[in-house]
């Protein structure tokens, strides 16, 4: 009689059987509909909407850009500026008109501007200034006629420590801290993108593990249908049709779980493309990305010259250098040159010319070693970097040849997966056969359809994880 288990009913229960079948096509026809009207985002899509709209990446671009903002300040401080000046003023002798205030000393210079009209242009540099003035009118001091001036002057600092000088050592400094932040808002945006590319495979795992637990669902109510119509038939024992019952529940247990994780996958990838945390949409299934390396060597390589917070340490150093080229500079002379040249004329078109040239060194003769420890500091500094560098080099290669291992580890769990999947739907169908010829018992089939849907669930759970392997190589790569 047990054969009689999948081809005989009674009458109540083969109409439930239809209903439950009746109410299921009309479930998978509304799923359809829903499911035609959802949108489907791809993973470049979710990507561009996480850098265009996401927040992560508007702080990190506000960032960068104040970084961008503080160097222009910095170069524009190291380059050349022009002022002008306007003076006036008026001096009035007293006293013993025998004692004359000499005229040529008034001519010689112009700090005597605030003898009448004073106006000047002045082109200044770090290590550059040049000034223009001129004296329209500037009434007699005494007895004489009334005077006007002009003049230009120079002066140039030909070494100071530094090639260009301490504000060109700013700009450098500044030009490094700058390429510091591009770096470290590129290794931010990897990560951003990195986190985007998790969520996104997470929830399509997601969508396929609720798929997978939908389909366990209806084959254990197909299955407890069948067990419910041998139990009234007197051909299943209590204990069959209570396990028929459980695995039923527990399947639907399942998928309201898996929609469960659906919607929070759907909400934590929502939440880096900046949308709305109740927007519904799909994902398709991902391209798994390429590994650019064909061997474990080639990937280190790969990794060591690509990773931003190596090149971030490199620059690191380069700074290091700048502060001891300036520390260095400290201890040698100050070597600048002056000049300029005047022309004086009175009003009676008597004109005098004046030049003036000369060589200014200055010489730092005790510092109580402040130059030298500066310069001693830096190289410690230097040498720590040159550790850390080493350290983070061993550290990239271990995290790669972890990731390369884990790679085909997973591969072959995957592989695995799917051969435990087919291979426990087989054993499902033996038992179906056992079980009509009396030769296996109704929990033996019961405990093969449960196993066949644990491997099902693995199956899909192994291909994430293989997926989510390749990601997490790529990104320790510096991709």
Do not use: C
């Amino acid at each position: 009689m047990a054969r009689l288990l999948y081809t005989i009913g009674d009458p109540v229960t083969l109409l439930s059987m239809k209903r439950r079948a009746l109410v299921t096509v009309m479930a998978m026809a509304v799923a359809v509909g829903v499911s035609a009207e959802t949108p489907v985002v791809s993973l470049s899509e979710s990507i561009d909407a996480a850098l265009a709209n996401g927040f992560d990446n508007k702080i990190l671009q506000a960032t960068l850009d104040v970084s961008r903002a503080q160097y222009a300040e910095t170069v524009s401080k190291n380059a050349l500026g022009l002022a002008g000046t306007a003076a006036a003023g008026y001096n009035y002798p007293f006293g013993n008109s025998a004692v004359e205030i000499s005229k040529s000393s008034y001519l010689s210079s112009t700090s005597t501007a605030t003898q009448g009209v004073l106006v000047g242009l002045g082109l200044n540099g770090p290590l550059t200034s040049i000034a223009l003035s001129a004296l329209p009118w500037s009434p007699p001091v005494g007895s004489g006629d009334n005077t006007s001036l002009v003049g230009i002057s120079a002066t140039q600092v030909l070494w100071n420590g530094y090639p260009g000088g301490t504000g060109q050592a700013t700009v450098d400094l500044g030009l490094l801290s700058l390429q510091g932040a591009e770096l470290s808002t590129q290794t931010s945006r990897l990560s951003l993108v990195y986190r985007v590319k998790q969520a996104y495979f997470t929830m399509f795992a997601a969508q396929e593990n609720l798929t997978v637990t939908q389909q366990i669902l209806a084959k254990q109510n197909a299955l407890l249908d069948q067990l419910t119509t041998v139990y009234k038939l007197k051909q299943a024992s209590d204990v069959d049709l209570k396990t028929a019952q459980i695995n039923a529940q527990s399947a639907a247990i399942d998928v309201k779980t898996a929609e469960h994780t659906l919607r929070q996958a759907r909400i934590q990838l929502s939440i880096l493309m900046g949308r709305p945390l109740d927007a519904q949409y799909d994902v398709t299934a991902p391209d798994v990305p390429a590994v650019p390396a064909s061997t474990l060597s080639d990937a280190i390589a790969t990794a060591l010259s690509q990773r931003p917070d190596i090149k971030q340490l490199e620059l690191s150093r380069k700074s290091v250098a700048v502060n001891i080229a300036l520390a260095q500079g400290q201890a040698t002379p100050t070597i600048s040159v002056t000049g300029g040249i005047n022309q004086a004329f009175d009003w009676d078109l008597q004109t005098a010319w004046y030049a003036n040239a000369g060589v200014k060194i200055s010489l730092p003769i005790l510092d109580a070693g402040a130059a030298q420890n500066l310069v001693i500091a830096g190289q410690k500094q230097d040498q720590a970097y040159a550790l850390q560098e080493q350290q983070l080099r061993a550290t990239i290669t271990a995290a790669i040849q972890n990731d390369w291992e884990a790679l085909d580890l997973a591969n072959q769990r995957v592989e695995l997966a799917r051969l435990t999947a087919e291979n426990d739907d087989l054993l499902v169908e033996v038992y179906k056969i056992q079980a009509q010829n009396g030769t296996a018992s109704e929990q033996d089939l019961l405990t093969a359809s449960v196993n066949a849907a644990s491997a099902h669930t693995a199956y899909v759970q192994a291909q994430s994880n293989a997926k989510l392997a390749v990601l997490q190589l790529l990104n320790d790569m510096g991709y």
